[in-house]
């Protein structure tokens, strides 16, 4: 005879085999009274042993029977006779005892609440047993009426155990709770019993601090008292001092006026003093500006002149060293005379200029861009062999050239006077040569543009500059400039001086005014272009190239400007095609006449 469990531990049975079925309930109730812990695997151990049963009952149900553990607690050998079971001959061993406390099924109602798959295989094993009195319905009203009785007397203990159980779990809770009050309620009182020690303590010191400063009070009521009758007594002195000091404070303004006014007629020369910083004598400058080359005839035809030359100290390291001079009276035309400050300074053994501002705004050149500062001083750098410096220098107006070329004719002639020795003379002589030595622009300080209704436009250039030659402006018609950008027909430039004309090798024209001469000349034209020479040839391509400048010369009409503007630079490349043609073919007549000549001998 084996239980529920012990059969689905124990091999396959080969015969018939008694099966006593224990409830769930049972099961849990036992292993929890028995002290085990692991109910869930109680529970599973049920559960997987009702599955193997029910499986071998399908199998074996002529050689299996199932006897349920509650009918059986009385006599178990008498419920197998009536069964129709003979006991085994071994003996048989009591039934299973159920447990009888109410709460512990209380208990495990409730977890079989949650197992609805154990509820199940239970009923199907319930209703698979024999009935142990054989009587049928009958016979089994009484032990079912016996178990309900018992049933609800055990659930009425249940609740009435479960009701004691939360009256005394709430009461518990309730002392917990006051405990926990009186707990703090005691901290509260302790606390509050040292903030009151604290207190009295406070106050005490209170009490004589307030003694200490009534005291101090009345010491201060009595040296306030003193005080103020001293500084009546001070007030009045004061009184007699600061008018006293007020006529003296007007006297030294005066003077600080006076001596300010003085030290602003000073600055000047003391700026000069501290740039110079020598005691040499002046150079004289008597001959200026009677300068040699194409310098000196720019100068001279722009007015340039300078009174005195100081030259100061040398500065710098090599390779960077440097001349300080000081230019007095210096004036360009009609302008009025200043001072210049300038430094000759050799660059890794490359000449050029520094030219600084002055204390009181002026500025050597009119186009005035810095390079950096020196002392709080701007200043202007030029070196001809800088790439930066040659580009300045290519775009420099008509004014700023006759300037530099007077500082710089200026200086080296006061270096060449003067008992200076060394590099410095060479240096200045240098950096006139390279000046002279750069390629020859149409320069002008201004440029304007009028528009004629003939459709061309009237340009003039203020105060050109065209090497040696110098001219207050230069007038040009520029006929039929629009309709016909790359071959119009341009008045001869005419300058603003009589017997002086910008292109010698064209007349005016009979009425007496400028001629037309049609740029560029084309090839069907070659008298026209050989007549006007090499020297006219180089002058006109110079103005080509400084039409362009037309399009900023602020025209009326920005379109007309630029398409000016574009003319010009098309005229030029024309001219310069055209001028290229006319030098081969000269290099040509001359080769020709040259092997004319050899064949004649």
Not at 247 to 268: D, G
Not at 554 to 576: E, I
Request: proline share 6%; charged share 25%.
């Amino acid at each position: 005879m084996l239980t529920a469990r012990e059969f689905a531990a124990a091999p396959a049975p080969g015969g018939a085999v008694t099966v006593l079925v224990q409830s769930p309930a049972e099961a849990l109730a036992t292993a929890i009274a028995s002290g085990r812990d692991e109910v869930d695997e109680v529970l599973a151990q049920w559960t997987a042993g009702a599955r193997g049963l029910l499986q071998h009952l399908r199998g074996h149900r002529d050689r299996t029977v199932l006897l349920h553990a509650d009918d059986l607690r009385a006599d178990l050998g008498a419920a197998f006779r009536r069964a129709g079971v003979e006991p085994p001959a071994s003996g048989l061993a009591p039934a299973p005892r159920t447990c009888d406390d109410p709460v512990l099924l209380t208990i495990v109602q409730a977890m079989l609440s949650q197992a609805p798959e154990a509820q199940r295989l239970h009923d199907l094993l319930l209703a698979s047993c024999e009935p142990a009195d054989g009587g049928g319905i009958a016979g089994t009203q009484a032990p079912v009426q016996a178990a309900a009785a018992r049933w609800n007397t055990m659930r009425a203990a249940a609740r009435d155990q479960a009701r004691r159980l939360r009256d005394a779990g709430w009461r518990h809770e309730r002392l917990q709770r006051m405990t926990a009050e009186l707990d703090v309620a005691l901290d509260v009182g302790q606390a509050r019993q040292r903030e009151l020690g604290a207190a009295t303590s406070d106050l005490a010191a209170m009490r004589e601090r307030a003694e200490t400063s009534e005291r101090l009070h009345a010491e201060q009521r009595r040296v306030s008292a003193e005080l103020q009758r001293q500084a009546e007594s001070d007030r009045e002195r004061a009184g007699r001092d600061l008018a006293a000091a007020r006529t003296e404070c007007e006297t030294l303004r005066q003077r600080v006026n006076a001596l300010e006014s003085r030290v602003r007629e000073l600055e000047p020369l003391d700026t000069r003093i501290r740039f110079l910083d020598t005691d040499g004598e002046p150079c004289s400058a008597s001959a200026m500006p009677d300068f040699r080359g194409e310098a000196g005839a720019v100068v001279r035809a722009l007015g340039g002149a300078v009174d005195t030359v100081r030259i100061g100290q040398a500065t710098g390291v090599a390779p960077h060293l440097g001349l300080n001079l000081l230019l007095s009276g210096v004036r360009l035309g009609a302008g009025t005379a200043a001072d210049v400050s300038l430094r000759l300074v050799e660059h890794h053994a490359r000449p050029g200029l520094a030219l600084f501002d002055t204390a009181d705004g002026h500025r050597p050149l009119a186009r005035w861009e810095p390079d950096g500062e020196e002392g709080g001083r701007a200043f202007v750098l030029l070196v001809p062999e800088d790439g930066a410096s040659s580009q300045r220098l290519a775009h420099m107006g008509s004014s700023d050239w006759g300037r530099l070329l007077l500082y710089v004719g200026a200086v080296e002639q006061a270096l060449h006077q003067s008992a200076v020795s060394g590099r410095w003379p060479a240096v200045a002589t240098a950096l006139r040569g390279l000046l002279e030595a750069t390629p020859r622009r149409w320069r002008y300080d201004a440029v304007c543009a009028t528009p004629l209704q003939s459709g061309g436009l009237r340009v003039r250039f203020a105060n050109v500059v065209w090497g040696p030659r110098h001219w207050p402006h230069v007038d040009i018609e520029w006929v039929d400039v629009l309709a016909r950008p790359t071959e119009a027909w341009m008045s001869t430039p005419a300058g603003a001086r009589e017997g002086r004309p910008v292109l010698g090798a064209v007349t005016p024209d009979a009425d007496g005014g400028p001629a037309l001469l049609r740029v560029p000349l084309q090839q069907t034209h070659p008298a026209a272009w050989q007549r006007l020479g090499p020297q006219d040839r180089h002058t006109l391509m110079a103005i080509l190239d400084a039409l362009p400048a037309v399009g900023d010369a602020g025209a009326p009409d920005p379109t007309r400007a630029v398409s000016a503007a574009q003319a010009a630079r098309s005229m030029l490349a024309q001219a310069l095609r055209h001028d290229r043609r006319e030098q081969q073919r000269q290099v040509a007549a001359g080769l020709l006449r040259r092997r004319s000549g050899g064949n004649g001998r």
